[in-house]
């Protein structure tokens, strides 16, 4: 049996996310080419000047890495909600101006990167927003919560030449180089299943209720709600990224919200590309809070030559080996099932279970993938050199493709073919329908950025 451990902490169980909304009304068009506001490159030797979009917990935190760095100066924070709005402009007061409208920041000529760190349903607007002015972004995961809105906005980073990093942050630590290398040194063998899991036990009562529907002062409701429905206020949804994952319409519920740190590890490891076919089921069995997100989900991905699946449970917390003490608590994981032996880890520990004795011999392969300068760092350090970072859109896309396909199968409930070549949908033309999300008016879905009509997809 062979055995590491990591000094990396494990994360904290709550993932904070900011809230953000703007006004509404139609976007304004914008082009790549004499932009009121595009900045100008950054040399080697300037100062970036950074900005924010969402002013909640991880936006600020994000915020926070990045201004820690003397060649960083915060010049814009932008929230619908003024109280976060002046939390963060105050802790930036010399250089800091506040937006209410992510829009008229993006237009400044004193910014040259934003950090969006909003609810998801607001990410494929405001991403390509920011390309189309000629910022660089730094885009909180999931990246997108639907298939047209994660081509586009990878169409609109290549188009307008940004450098862009997904916040999937455990993509920097040490343990998954480490299992990376593992896999790919062909100890292992052939892997021909990798299993995922994300779980907790929020009991029945989920997440509670709010029998309050009344937003608090400075707070505009609508304009956080954006181009998603439009509903009742209710205090416990804005509070942060682990409370708004209860909302199929703002977040696309616990999936989105941890999958893309976990499926990370299996895609970068095993080179994966788009899936062929994507089957979800799950629903909302068991808990009753003011919520309305399935709490259990399955989702099984056929690649070329292997199956991946992916399981989420907000009424177990059980771990299979993870499961450590038997107390409920939010456990994950990633198993790599191969000829030779089982890897399984987590964000700060993999271990590895031979086959018999068919690993016999065979020695840890030695350090091969350099450490990050932090995921932060390392998007600051492209700004200037014009390469894209390790998850830019062009790599996360492969992350994010299957996870909006399994809400596309649980929303069908049906399986979903598709063609990793063509980008399309193949026989099924509701599902190539509702790949594209119909955004509440006046908010309008880019289809500029789409290389062909969804419409005519699924034939």
Request: with cysteine; net charge neutral; aromatic share 10%.
């Amino acid at each position: 049996m062979m055995n590491r451990d990591n000094t990396l902490s494990r994360r904290d169980f709550i993932e904070k996310a900011a809230t953000i909304g703007v006004i509404g009304m139609a976007a304004p068009a914008l082009s790549a080419a004499g932009v009121p506001g595009q900045s100008k490159p950054v040399s080697p030797n300037s100062r970036i000047h950074l900005g924010l979009i969402g002013c909640g917990s991880m936006g600020r935190a994000n915020l926070h890495h990045c201004a820690q760095y003397p060649d960083v100066v915060v010049t814009g924070a932008c929230d619908v909600w003024k109280e976060r709005r002046d939390a963060t402009v105050a802790q930036f007061k010399d250089s800091c101006k506040p937006y209410s409208d992510f829009r008229e920041m993006l237009q400044q000529p004193d910014l040259d990167a934003v950090i969006i760190a909003t609810p998801p349903h607001w990410h494929a607007l405001m991403a390509i927003a920011a390309c189309e002015a000629g910022k660089d972004f730094y885009l909180q995961k999931p990246m997108t919560l639907h298939l047209a809105e994660s081509l586009a906005v990878r169409n609109a980073v290549k188009r307008h030449n940004r450098i862009t990093q997904i916040g999937t942050q455990i993509h920097a630590s040490e343990n998954y180089r480490r299992v990376v290398e593992f896999i790919r040194s062909g100890n292992l063998g052939k892997v021909g299943v990798v299993r995922t899991f994300n779980v907790m036990n929020q009991g029945p009562e989920g997440v509670g209720h709010d029998p309050n529907p009344i937003p608090p002062p400075g707070l505009d409701w609508n304009f956080w709600c954006g181009p998603a429905p439009l509903r009742p206020y209710n205090s416990i949804l804005v509070r942060d990224a682990y409370y708004h994952s209860s909302w199929m319409d703002y977040s696309g519920g616990w999936t989105p919200g941890m999958a893309p740190h976990i499926i990370d590890l299996p895609v970068w490891a095993l080179d994966l590309g788009y899936p062929l076919h994507t089957s979800c089921s799950g629903g909302r069995f068991i808990i009753k809070d003011d919520g309305d997100a399935y709490d259990h989900m399955e989702i099984l991905w056929q690649y070329p030559n292997l199956t991946m699946t992916w399981m989420s449970s907000l009424t177990n917390s059980y771990g299979f080996d993870l499961h450590g003490e038997p107390i409920p608590q939010r456990r994950l994981g990633i198993y790599f099932h191969g000829t030779n032996g089982t890897l399984y880890a987590n964000y700060g520990m993999f271990k590895v279970i031979p086959e018999g004795d068919k690993m016999k011999g065979l020695e840890a392969p030695p350090k091969s993938i350099p450490p990050s300068p932090g995921h932060e760092r390392e998007w600051l350090d492209c700004i200037k050199s014009r390469q894209q970072p390790s998850c830019s859109v062009f790599y996360h896309v492969k992350v994010d493709v299957p996870i909006v396909l399994g809400l596309l199968s649980y929303k069908l409930g049906r399986s979903v073919r598709f063609d990793p070549q063509t980008e399309q949908i193949i026989g099924d033309k509701e599902a190539a329908r509702l790949a594209k999300p119909e955004y509440r008016p006046p908010w309008k879905f880019p289809d500029k950025y789409l290389t062909h009509d969804l419409l005519k997809r699924g034939v």
